[in-house]
């Protein structure tokens, strides 16, 4: 089993909002890992989209990613990835 | 109008969606069943869950369903909020929530799915974020979904054997969605305003509509009244007569025809046509770019020439920095994709090195240090200001742009971002000048039509263009950062950003300072950003005098229809009349009439 770990600070505009939560939702569920997400106090099973967006978490707000399991470093890597590409988003 | 046809009675409401609509009344009533905590016993729970299953796996796939018809008529905000509620729906917090109240309360599927979702929404709505709290709306709507297939309503949509104008208290975007639109004239409701979800989804499916009808109305009026509404002024009309029945009938005919026409005609024709107002005038419209796959789209969809070629997507998370000839083969690889697919212009205006800010570059910390130290990176070391600290990256670039040139037939402007004063602009220019020199002197044949131009993006270089008009080819607008250095509102700060409008006063009168003293010195202007991109700001910003509008590939099939709606004497009184404008709301009722 393993652990990894990373902390990433959310640069698209609008934040954690309908999309960008779509899309890490659709990326985590790529992965047999159980994935956390925390932002401040809060914390969300990346699986679950409502919770997800129950983060509020706004630009410029640092997420805690933290997955568990066979692919963790793979899927820890490719949710940086996704956040830092500002989630594909325009300007 | 026929003369011999009464002006019939209309009552003002407001407008929606536009278009004439004439027909019979269907009045369609929500089936607000209150779903009770109707408990099952321990046997039923088994074929309870099963039945749970059956209509999640329905409506998710009706979803599925919206969200690719939506994305396919262009309405991408609203695929979203329907892919976002097909997610909501397997949700594994809130499906194991569901199943407890079913397993261990005994509630039936709807009454669980019904409270966990009431709560789940509760919740989004308590947090301090406005645009957040909505979706909180959607979770209703999806579980909303599910509980109609539960409660063994079938149809989800009301069924129609002719076409009808819908009249509804309200609509949710899925009601407004799942519209046959075929047999959908138009649509009344009493609430709802022009912004709302379900309005711009009838404006996606060309829908009539009119919202802020009497709620009253609801009971004076009868299923098969004949109705007229005019969702382009806001007029609802009843007591219609023949002669006035069969002018309605005729109008709303010919508009049909025409949109169906529009429609077909849009699609092929502005991929092959450079674009202009209805009268001909033509107005450029440009793409931004960012890698060789947008340049390909940006060629097919008829863009007219790269407005925006951002170079920093070929630097990207880099630890190191690209050399020279690492650059040049990136560039060339780039112009091509564009040219080989392009047929309308080969211009391509390329930005140099636009890093800092909210672009952090690892390959930048080891020669100016972590950019992200900075108290005020928006504020700090950026675009021209690392040019000019680290002169030698930017003489690198230049020479990569220019060598690229040379091996593909496009014609290459160049622009340097986060222009503030003249002196940077000069400075950027010797430089300019003195790899030209370098390249032509190691037997290098340059281009002579290259131009040389400058992104406005700061409030100073707006005020001082007049003065820089003097020293450049042409003037870019970063409309994004200038609303942001100028309205002193963090682009990125969700606090603040939904405190001003898409467009301020202040803004557009700062654009058309800069718009005029580019017109005076006979100097070209263009604006790239999200402005330029809305089908009714971009064609107005060509009636301030903009030349060129550059813009994100999708939208460019759009923009060019929206101008060419009408003569550019309509898009130059729109921009003086936005330019009187006193505040935000004012301008967006300028824009929407």
């Known amino acids: 089993m393993t652990v990894a770990e990373t902390r990433v600070v959310i640069l698209n505009k609008v934040g954690l909002h309908a999309r960008p939560a779509r ?3 659709q990326t985590a569920a790529q992965f047999q890992s159980y994935i956390q997400v925390h932002a401040g106090d809060k914390s969300a099973n990346a699986r679950s989209i409502i919770g997800i967006l129950k983060l509020g978490a706004a630009s410029g707000d640092t997420l805690h990613i933290h997955a568990e399991g066979e692919d963790a470093e793979e899927a820890v890597k490719r949710l940086t990835e996704l956040v830092q590409r500002k989630f594909d988003e325009e300007e | 109008m026929q003369p011999e046809i009464q002006i019939p009675v209309a009552t003002p409401v407001i407008a929606i969606s536009p278009g004439i609509a004439i027909g019979p009344v269907f009045l369609h009533r929500m089936s607000k069943k209150a779903t009770t905590a109707k408990k099952i016993s321990t046997e039923q729970i088994e074929a309870e869950l099963k039945r749970l299953q059956s209509a999640l796996v329905t409506a998710t796939q009706e979803l599925a369903d919206l969200s690719e018809r ?19 729906l397997e949700d594994p917090d809130l499906l194991t929530e569901v199943h407890e109240r079913i397993t261990q309360k005994h509630y039936t599927a709807a009454a669980a799915l019904q409270e966990v979702a009431e709560q789940q929404a509760q919740e989004l709505e308590m947090l301090d974020n406005a645009t957040l709290a909505t979706r909180g709306t959607d979770i209703k709507d999806a579980a909303a979904r599910v509980i109609r297939y539960l409660e063994g309503e079938e149809r989800t949509r009301p069924a129609f054997s002719h076409p009808v104008i819908l009249v509804a208290h ?8 799942n519209l046959d639109h075929r ?26 509509a009119i919202a802020g009808i009497d709620p009253q109305l609801l009971d004076e009026l009868q299923d098969g009244e004949q109705i007229a509404i005019d969702g382009t002024q806001g007029f609802l009309y009843r007591h219609l007569d023949d002669g006035q029945q069969r002018m309605f009938s005729r109008t709303m005919q010919q508009q049909q025809e025409q949109r169906t026409i529009t429609r077909i005609q849009n699609e092929t024709r502005w991929r092959s046509c450079p674009a202009s107002s209805a009268d001909g005038i033509a107005v450029k419209v440009f793409a931004n770019v960012g890698d060789g796959e947008s340049a390909r789209t940006a060629g097919e969809v008829g863009a007219e020439g790269i407005g925006l070629l ?70 700090g070391l950026r675009g021209v200001r690392i040019h000019l600290v680290r002169e030698e990256l930017l003489r690198q670039q230049l020479r990569a742009l220019l060598r690229a040139s040379t091996q593909t037939d496009i014609h290459l402007h160049i622009m340097f971002p986060m222009i503030a004063t003249l002196e940077e602009v000069r400075r950027v220019r010797a430089i300019y000048s003195s790899v030209c020199r370098e390249l032509t002197n ?12 400058i992104m406005i993006e700061t409030p100073a270089a707006a005020f001082m263009a007049d003065v820089l008009a003097r020293e450049v080819d042409f003037f870019s607008i970063g409309a ?3 609303f942001q250095y100028t309205m002193a509102a963090d682009r990125t700060n969700s606090r603040v950003t939904s405190m001003f409008g898409t467009l301020e006063p202040a803004v557009w009168r700062l654009i058309a300072h800069v718009v005029q003293a580019g017109i005076t010195h006979g100097k070209t202007v263009s604006v790239c950003g999200e402005l330029a991109a809305d089908p009714r700001i971009g064609p107005a910003l060509a009636g301030l005098g903009v030349q060129e509008l550059s813009m994100n590939p999708p939208a460019i099939v759009r923009v060019k229809a929206a101008l060419h709606s009408h003569p550019m004497a309509y898009w130059q009184n729109l921009a003086r009349e936005l330019l009187k404008a006193e505040t935000a709301d004012d301008m967006q009722r300028l824009l929407h009439s």
């Open chain 2, 170 to 177: 309200d609509l949710t975007p899925s009601d407004t969605a």
């Open chain 2, 310 to 379: 951002r170079t920093e997507l070929l630097f990207g998370d880099r630890p190191t920095f690209p050399d020279e000839q690492e650059q040049f083969e990136s560039y060339v690889a780039l112009f091509r994709a564009f040219t080989e697919h392009a047929t309308l212009g080969k211009t391509i205006v390329t930005r140099t090195l636009d890093a800092g800010a909210d672009k952090p570059f690892p390959a930048l910390e080891p020669l100016i240090g972590a950019l992200n130290d900075e108290a005020n990176p928006a504020l």
């Open chain 2, 70 to 88: 939506m994305a396919r008529m262009g309405g991408r905000n609203e695929a979203d909020i329907f892919a976002a509620q097909q997610l909501m």
């Open chain 1, 23 to 25: 899309l890490l939702v």
């Open chain 2, 442 to 453: 190691a037997g290098l044949t340059l281009a002579t039509d290259t131009q040389i131009g």
């Open chain 2, 183 to 208: 047999y959908i004239l138009g649509i009344c409701t009493v609430t709802g305003g022009f912004t709302t979800h379900a309005a711009i989804i009838a404006r996606t499916l060309e829908i009539s």
């Open chain 2, 480 to 482: 994004n950062d200038l």
